[in-house]
């Protein structure tokens, strides 16, 4: 069964930068990651950046100028740069992936990002 792993997650101090990989594996449903998305205690999940296959960047609002959404096609994997991290961009990190031919979206486990002020 094809799946999403997250990796990069961590704890660093405010105003370092960590990478978020995320990497489809296994066989069966192609995946074609596509986003980020974060979950902190006592919130709801929300969209941190998002890629379309054409290049057009999503981003929430308070992540806006300092998270980078990038992709390497050659290797289906998806990265988030995330540089000036604050204490309250500390979450649980979710890659989505859109599933090859059905309408439906595919979760990773999520990496876990901790900010220290």
């Known amino acids: 069964q094809r799946r999403l792993v997250e990796s990069g997650g961590g704890l660093v101090q405010a105003g370092e930068s960590l990478r978020l990989s995320c990497a489809a594996s296994g066989s069966g449903d192609r995946l074609y990651p596509n986003a980020w998305y974060r979950r902190a205690p006592g919130k709801q999940r929300e969209l941190v950046a998002a890629l379309t296959s054409g290049g057009v960047t999503a981003y929430g609002d308070s992540v806006e100028g300092r998270f980078t959404v990038s992709r390497d096609n050659a290797n289906n994997m998806l990265y988030l740069q995330m540089n000036s991290l604050r204490p309250e961009d500390t979450a649980t990190y979710l890659c989505?992936?859109?599933?090859?031919?059905?309408?439906?979206?595919?979760w990773g486990q999520g990496t876990q990002v901790t900010v220290s002020s």
């Open positions: 989505k992936a859109k599933i090859l031919g059905r309408a439906s979206d595919a």
